[in-house]
């Protein structure tokens, strides 16, 4: 059983092997960008095959987890930022501030209590950090996700 195992491993890892010199040698063969797409469209992505659908169904599913996982973050932390933003600019509306003055001391009251606090203050400094790095991680995610669609579409993306 064992020895049909390794067989079989060693036979996917040789197919596997030829596939990629057969990319590589369409690559080289191509004479444009367009001209590649149009054949893997024709020859792969319209193709009526279950067993070619199949792979490309496996090589999509790989290919979206990494980079919704860091754009599902950014995207939960920036909701979280808004109700939060949301809840403390509706406060004066539902305990009736109704001037300019009485809304900036409001606002003002807050941020003074917020940070005028010893132990609050580095803790919000962390947490500023923190978040401008989850949120420019998830724009960069973003934007390659972007990029890589708009390539998929036909359009050439110049990165830079």
């Known amino acids: ?7 079989t491993e060693k036979d996917l890892d040789s197919y596997a092997d030829r596939l990629i010199l057969n990319i590589k040698a369409l690559v080289l063969l ?3 960008q367009s001209e590649l797409q149009k054949i893997v469209e024709k020859k792969l992505l319209n193709s009526h095959d279950d067993d070619v ?4 169904k496996l090589l999509k599913n790989s290919e979206k987890g990494r980079s919704f996982i860091v754009s599902a973050l950014g995207e939960i932390v920036l909701s979280c930022i808004l109700v939060f933003v949301g ?3 509706i406060m004066p509306v539902l305990v009736d501030i ?3 003055s009485a809304f900036a001391n409001y606002l003002e009251t807050l941020a003074t209590l917020a940070l005028s606090k010893p132990v609050l203050f580095p803790a919000f400094l962390f947490l500023d950090f923190t978040l401008s790095l989850v949120l420019i991680a998830s724009a960069a995610a ?3 996700r972007v990029a890589r669609e708009l390539r998929q579409a036909g359009f050439e993306v110049v990165e830079g």
Do not use: D, I, Q, W
């Not at 059983?1 to 067989?7: A, D, P, T, Y």
């Not at 659908?53 to 490309?56: K, S």
């Open 53 to 56: 659908r199949e792979f490309l």
């Open 1 to 7: 059983m064992k020895m049909s195992l390794r067989k």
């Open 98 to 100: 109704n001037s300019v």
């Open 87 to 89: 809840v403390l600019l």
């Open 30 to 32: 191509k004479s444009s």
């Open 142 to 144: 973003l934007l390659r």
